[in-house]
Nanobody, 125 residues
Framework: LGHLVESGGGSVQAGGSLRLSCAASGYLHRTNCMGWFRQAPGKEREGVAGIHTGDDSTYYADSVKGRFTISQDGVKNVVYLQMNSLKPEDTAMYYC??????????????????WGQGTQVNVSS
C-alpha cells in the first residue's frame, strides 16, 4: 500500500520562501497525479497545485499562481512545492495527496485517497 510523507514546513516572514517535499513509497493504486492541498483553521481543505505524473501537466489555484511551483522527481518519487513570496494568508497545514487527474486538476478522494500526515506552514506579517 502506498505511503506519502511531507516535509519542509516551517515559519517564515512574509515575502520569504519554503520548499515542501512529498516522498512517495509503495504502490499508489489507481493514481496518476500528485497534488498539494492546504487547510487553514476554520476553513475547508483546498487544492493548491497538482501535477500529472505521466505528462507533467500542472495546475495551480489562482491564489498561488506565479508564486508557487510544483515539480516532481520521478527517480526519487518525490514531489516538491516551491513557495515564494509567501503571504500570511498562505498559513495552513499543507497536505500531499495522490489521486486521479480530472478536468485539469488532481482529484484526491478525502477518505479513500492517499494522503500524507501534513506539514505546517506559518507566514508572519
Amino acid at each position: 500500500l502506498g505511503h506519502l510523507v511531507e516535509s519542509g514546513g516551517g515559519s517564515v516572514q512574509a515575502g520569504g520562501s519554503l520548499r515542501l517535499s512529498c516522498a512517495a513509497s509503495g504502490y499508489l493504486h489507481r493514481t496518476n497525479c500528485m497534488g498539494w492541498f492546504r487547510q487553514a483553521p476554520g476553513k475547508e481543505r483546498e487544492g493548491v497545485a497538482g501535477i500529472h505524473t505521466g505528462d507533467d501537466s500542472t495546475y495551480y489555484a489562482d491564489s498561488v499562481k506565479g508564486r508557487f511551483t510544483i515539480s516532481q522527481d520521478g527517480v526519487k518519487n518525490v514531489v516538491y512545492l516551491q513557495m515564494n513570496s509567501l503571504k500570511p494568508e498562505d498559513t495552513a497545514m499543507y497536505y500531499c495527496g495522490a489521486g486521479e487527474w480530472y478536468d485539469g486538476s488532481c482529484e484526491v478522494h478525502p477518505l479513500s485517497g492517499f494522503w500524507g500526515q501534513g506539514t505546517q506552514v506559518n507566514v508572519s506579517s
